[in-house]
């Protein structure tokens, strides 16, 4: 819990900065940062143990969230094209939000499993 609000204190500080010093072009940047920053409050809110119960929803919950960080991204690499900004950087944006999306499936797998020794053991 603890390490979750902490990741989610740097996110609102980062989200803060693009927000108020940040050019125009980085809004969108800025909601997909939002987006990840609400996720995070999510998980925060609840147990490890809740994450997996079936009223959580956490597959449901990480998908429309991920979609939301995506259309952000799409709006970024649409401003970025009309503005003759590098499509690199969408592109690495990109390829790190599919890395840290496999990463949070692998951890939602590793929590599941946990849950199911934990519901088999005596």
């Not at 979609?67 to 900004?85: C, H, I, M, P, Y």
Request: proline share 2%; net charge negative.
């Amino acid at each position: 819990d603890s390490t979750l609000e902490r990741l989610l204190v740097w996110v609102q500080a980062a989200f803060d900065s693009l927000r108020d010093f940040g050019p125009q072009s980085v809004q969108q940047d800025a909601t997909a940062l939002a987006t990840i920053r609400d996720m995070l409050a999510w998980l925060a809110e609840r147990t490890c143990k809740a994450w997996i119960e079936a009223s959580a929803n956490l597959p449901q919950v990480l998908y429309s969230h991920e979609e939301r960080v995506r259309q952000a991204l799409e709006l970024a690499e649409k401003d970025s094209s009309l503005t003759g900004n590098s499509r690199n950087e969408v592109e690495e944006l990109r390829k790190a939000l599919q890395e840290q999306t496999e990463r949070v499936e692998e951890l939602e797998r590793q929590v599941q499993a946990a849950a199911q020794e934990h519901r088999a053991s005596p």
